[in-house]
């Protein structure tokens, strides 16, 4: 089986983050970048699915955000093949994004495409679903587990309220993937200095037109908190009192 | 696709015989908009089985049903492929979901398929000059993206919370109207094997008047029998955010929030939680928050009574030994 996993690069939300001078973007100068979680578990899938069932697994990525280290990272976690895909700057465009995966997907015929179901960026749709739609591929999103049975997968999609079901999906398809039946494995930064060393990325310019059709982005901005909390502040023994009392008054703590 | 109409479509979404309260919060704020716009709002309910429910739909004006077998569970091919059918015959001008497990596969697939725009997880929607303008929530609500959709038609996924649910009950009955499956059922090729039910547990964490909840700030496994002292001091349980569970720190079953359980506990202390909206869903309605997050400005803080801006770590203790001063348990020192 030939999976393809797709991986997008998500602002570090440890940093403050900093709208530029349009005031319709963010400014990445300083911005840093890490990979996004979900597709940290859509990868995660890919390998497990490659250690139990044997497949070839083809990571690839966009090059903005500093997708060299994810793309690194995965070939030391046992993928097959990182592709870094140029020639396209999405901005906080997911429409475009899925574009782009699906023209550098035309030179990777895949029979599962895993990517994550949402990430933290998104704004105008999930990667995921945008791409299954223009690909007029099958697709489930949300998903926790991947199964391969007889030539199709069978994977469990979440439904709200804490169910799930179990779908037989037919091949090729695009699984988006919100958690692996377990935490993505770690690689020490060690063994992925050593694959900067001895692997090469594949890189496979793409051209996309970059607008977002029928949408205008007015205005990003930070939130006036409305209604915060009220903060307790002093030492950390009088903010440990302090919640002590408010407990004690609620009748929490007798 | 024929010339769009003005109407505002909310797909309704529904577990078991009932329609998701997120629903009728949709259907409320349809209201305005199908207003401003000068269209109508139109319910659109798929499933098997479904009739009954049209009637609580009353907050639209027209509720187009689809009842047929192959509709019986939901996936986002035979839900989508059925949507997509209705759209190119009736051209709605805004398709509004809930941005749920179902509402994000169905909202994106629709959006790709149709070279519709979408816009995801709005906190508000409005119409200026006869054009629709969404605020999106991004990076765990640290971002908000007010984005202006041109005059075609268009999707919109909506979090849960909002808009209030009131104004979309109703007890006027709607005008409605069953349509045939517009497409074949070959058309919608995935097969749903079993229905599987949430995450069975030692505790149900939902009956637990304190909770001590831990979410990725809580760093490792090993840091969490601190918490469960403070849990058990407190007549408490342990619970967490997703990551939490996806670590196989704890079982799915101590997992609150969108995906998890909603809980409304007598105290819910939130421990390096950050306070995205799929786990404030699962939490907000506790009638005490208490969030410590070393992140001053983590969005927690917006929905938690008091907070604490520090590192979880260096108040845990000292919380714990108050706590046991106070209960009178404190070792004979
Ligand atoms: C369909 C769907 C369903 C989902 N369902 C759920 C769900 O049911 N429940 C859920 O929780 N999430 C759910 N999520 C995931 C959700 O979007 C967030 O990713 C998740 O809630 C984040 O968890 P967190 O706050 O623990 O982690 P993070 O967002 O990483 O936050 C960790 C916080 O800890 C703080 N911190 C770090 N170190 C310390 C320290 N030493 N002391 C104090 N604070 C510290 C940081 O400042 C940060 O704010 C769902 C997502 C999707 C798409
Ligand atoms: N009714 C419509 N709603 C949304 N987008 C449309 C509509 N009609 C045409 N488009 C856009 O125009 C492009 C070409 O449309 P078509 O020729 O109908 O496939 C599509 O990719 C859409 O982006």
Redesign the interface.
């Known amino acids: 089986m030939n999976i393809s996993v797709l991986l997008n690069m998500v602002?570090d939300?440890?940093e403050?983050?900093e709208i530029d001078a349009s005031g319709t973007a963010?400014d990445t100068q300083w911005m840093r970048f890490l990979l996004s979680?979900s597709d940290e578990?859509a990868l995660e899938q890919a390998l497990l699915l490659k250690d139990r069932h044997g497949a070839r697994v083809t990571v690839l990525a966009l090059e903005p955000g500093d997708a060299e280290e994810a793309l690194f990272s995965s070939l030391a976690k046992g993928a097959d093949e990182a592709v870094k895909i140029t020639g396209v700057s999405p901005g906080?465009s997911k429409?475009v994004v899925?574009m782009a995966f699906k023209e550098a997907l035309q030179a990777t015929p895949s029979d599962l495409i895993l990517t994550g179901?949402?990430a933290?960026?998104?704004?105008?749709?999930?990667?995921?679903?945008?791409?299954?739609?223009?690909l007029?591929l099958?697709?489930?999103?949300?998903t926790r587990s991947v199964e391969p049975v007889n030539g199709r997968v069978?994977v469990?999609?979440?439904?709200?309220?804490?169910?799930?079901?179990?779908?037989?999906?037919?091949l090729p398809a695009v699984i988006?993937v919100?958690?692996?039946p377990?935490?993505p494995r770690y690689v020490p930064v060690a063994r992925i200095r050593e694959t900067r060393k001895t692997r090469t990325l594949t890189e496979r310019p793409v051209s996309v037109a970059e607008s977002?059709?029928?949408?205008?982005?007015?205005?990003?901005?930070?939130?006036e908190?409305?209604?915060?909390?009220?903060?307790?502040t002093g030492t950390?023994?009088d903010?440990?009192?302090q919640?002590?009392t408010?407990?004690?008054d609620?009748g929490?703590?007798? | 696709m024929s010339p769009s109409s003005q109407d505002v479509w909310v797909y309704v979404e529904h577990l078991r015989g009932t329609v998701a309260g997120h629903t009728y919060e949709l259907l409320g704020k349809s209201r305005d908009l199908a207003g401003a716009l000068g269209g109508r709002v139109v319910a659109i309910l798929l499933g098997n089985g479904v009739q009954p429910l049209a009637g609580t739909l009353g907050a639209a004006d027209r509720v187009i049903y689809v009842d047929d077998p192959a509709l019986a569970e939901f996936t986002p091919q035979a839900h989508g492929t059925v949507l997509r059918a209705l759209a190119e015959q009736q051209a709605p001008r805004l398709l509004i979901f809930g941005a749920t497990s179902l509402g994000m596969d169905l909202a994106a697939l629709l959006a790709g398929s149709m070279g519709m725009p979408l816009i995801v997880n709005c906190k508000d929607i409005g119409v200026e000059d006869g054009r629709v303008v969404a605020t999106s929530q991004m990076c765990g609500g640290k971002l908000l993206c007010e984005a202006g959709i041109g005059d075609r038609p268009a999707i919109v996924t909506v979090l849960s919370g909002a808009f209030p649910a009131e104004k979309g009950a109703s007890d006027r009955p709607p005008q409605i109207e069953s349509v045939p499956l517009p497409v074949s059922p070959d058309a919608l090729r995935m097969k749903v094997l079993r229905l599987l039910e949430p995450a069975a547990g030692d505790v149900d964490i939902s009956k637990a008047p304190v909770l001590v909840a831990v979410g990725r700030g809580i760093q490792r496994k090993e840091n969490l029998p601190m918490t469960e002292d403070l849990a058990s001091l407190l007549g408490g349980v342990v619970c967490s955010s997703r990551p939490v569970v996806d670590q196989g720190w704890l079982p799915a079953s101590r997992q609150v929030g969108k995906s998890g359980m909603i809980v409304k506990p007598k105290l819910y202390l939130a421990l390096g939680i950050s306070g995205a909206p799929e786990h404030v869903e699962g939490m907000k309605d506790a009638d005490l928050i208490i969030a410590v997050n070393s992140d001053p400005k983590a969005p927690i803080f917006d929905v938690a009574d008091y907070g604490v801006a520090v590192d979880l770590f260096e108040l845990l203790p000292l919380l714990t030994q108050e706590i046991e001063k106070r209960k009178g348990l404190a070792a004979a020192s």
């Open positions: 602002p939300l440890v403050e983050l963010l979680e578990h906080l429409r899925a179901v949402y933290i960026d998104d704004l105008d749709g999930h990667a995921a679903g945008l791409l299954a739609g223009m007029d099958p697709f489930v999103g949300v069978v469990q999609k979440e439904y709200p309220g804490g169910f799930a079901a179990e779908v037989e999906v037919g988006g919100l958690s692996a377990q935490p977002l059709p029928g949408l205008t982005i007015r205005r990003l901005f930070k939130p908190p409305a209604e915060r909390a009220e903060m307790l950390l023994g903010v440990a009192g919640i002590v408010i407990l004690a609620r929490l703590v007798r």
